[in-house]
């Protein structure tokens, strides 16, 4: 090599230990300085807390992390790693203002469904990779108004108003159940709770006006079926006061003394009080029996 060309590049080369020899070096100071400027200025952009009933779910980049951490305070890279709390309790979707039409045509309004539903933990990360964070749009709130909709148009005013408003909720909690089971197996539904719906002012009229009818056709008839028994309890009462004469009372005696198989006398026996006279009444009755009897033999004899 020439030594003028040698002279040049020894000229030419940055000392060591003068600013720009070592560029890496100013790099990571530089980062270093950001990191603490992050640290101390925007804190919940490096720590962050998780609630309890949530797990944290992480994105970086626009792709979802296989990372679900725990209640607490944790931590991620900042303004790179994005973070979302994704309740894993128990909670209550409310579906509001569902229109309808059922099977005869009328249009009605269901104003409020709430679905009681949870998603189970080990199933965050899955749920979330095929429909995100908003999961419940799909499977809750989408799926309340196709469900209601198909469930309308299979029957009638009568029915759904009335007839068969009390299966609604079982139903509907069957049917997203069976769809979370085989499409989104960690969405679990708990229960589903529907109000009246709302239907036309005019049809309204009519059926409280049935309904007033059928009360009164209600009350009318429990009020002949008392008077019936009142009347019934009357007549039988009028009928016992009647019997109680002494030759009825005394009938009743001695149908009791003829039914007793064995009879005690004494002063002993004072469980068994007889009137003298009912029963001399008896021994007469008896005696008299007994010697018609022999007349009527003798009678038949010559």
């Given at each position: 090599m020439d030594p003028q060309q040698r002279r040049t590049e020894t000229r030419h080369r940055p000392p060591v230990g003068e600013p720009g020899g070592d560029v890496s070096s100013i790099f990571i100071a530089f980062g270093v300085f950001i990191a603490i400027a992050a640290l101390v200025m925007f804190p919940s952009s490096l720590v962050h807390q998780v609630p309890e009933g949530y797990v944290g779910a992480y994105w970086r980049g626009g792709a979802l992390l296989n990372i679900i951490t725990e209640p607490g305070f944790q931590l991620k890279l900042p303004f790179i790693t994005n973070y979302e709390p994704v309740q894993v309790t128990l909670q209550t979707d409310q579906v509001k203002d569902i229109p309808c039409g059922t099977k005869g045509g009328v249009m009605i309004t269901f104003e409020k469904i709430e679905v009681v539903n949870r998603l189970r933990k080990d199933y965050v990360y899955d749920t979330l990779l095929n429909y995100g964070?908003?999961?419940?749009?799909?499977?809750?709130?989408?799926?309340?108004?196709?469900?209601?909709?198909?469930?309308?148009?299979?029957?009638?005013?009568?029915?759904?108003?009335?007839?068969?408003?009390?299966?609604?909720?079982?139903?509907?909690?069957?049917?997203?159940?069976?769809?979370?089971?085989?499409?989104?197996?960690?969405?679990?539904?708990?229960?589903?709770?529907?109000?009246?719906?709302?239907?036309?002012?005019?049809?309204?009229?009519?059926?409280?006006?049935?309904?007033?009818?059928?009360?009164?056709?209600?009350?009318?008839?429990?009020?002949?079926?008392?008077?019936?028994?009142?009347?019934?309890?009357?007549?039988?009462?009028?009928?016992?006061?009647?019997?109680?004469?002494?030759?009825?009372?005394?009938?009743?005696?001695?149908?009791?003394?003829?039914?007793?198989?064995?009879?005690?006398?004494?002063?002993?026996v004072p469980n068994m009080v007889l009137d003298q006279r009912l029963l001399g009444n008896f021994l007469n009755h008896s005696t008299k029996d007994k010697f018609n009897d022999g007349n009527l033999d003798m009678a038949t004899d010559s």
């Open positions: 964070v908003d999961y419940d749009n799909t499977w809750i709130y989408d799926k309340i108004h196709h469900e209601i909709n198909q469930f309308c148009s299979s029957y009638s005013l009568q029915q759904v108003y009335i007839d068969i408003f009390d299966q609604i909720d079982e139903r509907m909690k069957e049917a997203l159940q069976a769809d979370c089971t085989r499409y989104a197996p960690g969405i679990e539904i708990i229960s589903v709770r529907v109000t009246k719906p709302k239907i036309p002012e005019s049809v309204r009229r009519n059926f409280e006006q049935m309904e007033e009818e059928r009360t009164k056709m209600y009350l009318d008839r429990q009020k002949s079926l008392a008077d019936a028994d009142y009347y019934r309890v009357l007549r039988e009462a009028e009928a016992n006061k009647l019997k109680l004469t002494p030759e009825f009372l005394e009938l009743k005696f001695i149908d009791a003394i003829a039914r007793n198989t064995k009879m005690f006398f004494g002063d002993k």
